[in-house]
């Protein structure tokens, strides 16, 4: 019985990892990891894949035309900055998908595939500073993996199987089954309040060190809540807490974005590393 709990205690210490250095907003949680980055990133790519052939079929995937130019110039500035809390984001295949559809919602699977809806844009009037807060926060997610954390913790409870992540060096038809599995986990079930905070910091940095104001994330915060009041929260809402708490602790965090903010908006506007490629 010590035998197996000194196990235990041995495969915890080795499955702790921080994914990502702290930056300015200093997150330094060790987080528990038994999935491998690889395998999640392959499974994600195919999700993120079978989602854009799916758009496509029924002709709301949008690839052209002035709200996506928006999105992509967005990201392009966004993108340079992850190398300041992760040094391998030089070598991830960034993409952009843009769905025409009234869902407010956006995200950012493991990997860095940038997924936005079209509802989200037009019906908060977002402004670019505003679109730069929510893809930082998606693109935060990404970067801290708390997919891929979610999955590990799901795994150690036996919620789910080695089987489903086997199936990320099967042929991409097998994968895809397992890859909608995963990506409920990933991308569908809502994050923790602590996840969630992480990710609210560390796109606030993003955002700032990209020369858009930090503070448009208390703003679209306060339009999300004023369309949705009275109505059922949007799946945007349902997998990210908000409210008053929310709105106090991006206050909190200005001291230390704002700053950057301001160098960045003094400095010339440069695009190094990687960038968004155009989705066919």
């Known amino acids: 019985m010590r035998l197996f709990i000194s196990l235990i205690f041995i495969a915890c210490l080795t499955a702790c990892a921080n994914t990502t250095k702290p930056g300015a907003v200093g997150i330094n949680r060790s ?6 980055s690889a395998d999640v990133n392959k499974l994600s790519a195919i999700s993120f894949e079978e989602q854009n052939k799916k758009a496509k079929e029924k002709n709301i995937l949008i690839t052209t035309g002035p709200t996506y130019e928006r999105l992509k110039q967005v990201a392009n500035r966004l993108i340079p900055q992850t190398t300041v809390f992760r040094d391998d984001t030089k070598g991830w295949e960034w993409q952009l998908s843009l769905i025409q559809s009234n869902t407010l919602n956006a995200s950012c699977a493991p990997g860095g595939k940038i997924t936005f809806y079209t509802g989200i844009i037009d019906q908060l009037n977002l402004t670019d500073d505003e679109i730069a807060a929510i893809m930082g926060h998606e693109m935060a997610h990404a970067l801290r993996e ?116 301001l160098a960045a908006t003094k400095a010339p506007q440069s695009q190094p590393g990687k960038t968004i490629n155009k989705m066919n």
């Open 31 to 36: 987080q528990f990891m038994v999935v491998s």
């Open 146 to 261: 708390h997919g891929r954390e979610r999955l590990s913790e799901a795994l150690a409870q036996n919620a789910v199987t080695n089987v489903a992540l086997a199936a990320a060096g099967a042929n991409y038809a097998s994968g895809i089954n397992a890859a909608n599995q995963v990506a409920q986990y990933v991308l569908v079930l809502p994050n923790s309040r602590q996840n969630e905070s992480e990710a609210d910091a560390i796109g606030l940095e993003l955002a700032a060190r990209a020369g858009y104001n930090p503070r448009a994330a208390i703003t679209v915060w306060q339009k999300m809540l004023k369309a949705t009041q009275g109505k059922n929260p949007p799946e945007f809402l349902s997998t990210h807490p908000s409210g008053e708490t929310r709105i106090e602790q991006l206050n909190a965090l200005m001291p230390a974005v704002e700053p950057l903010y």
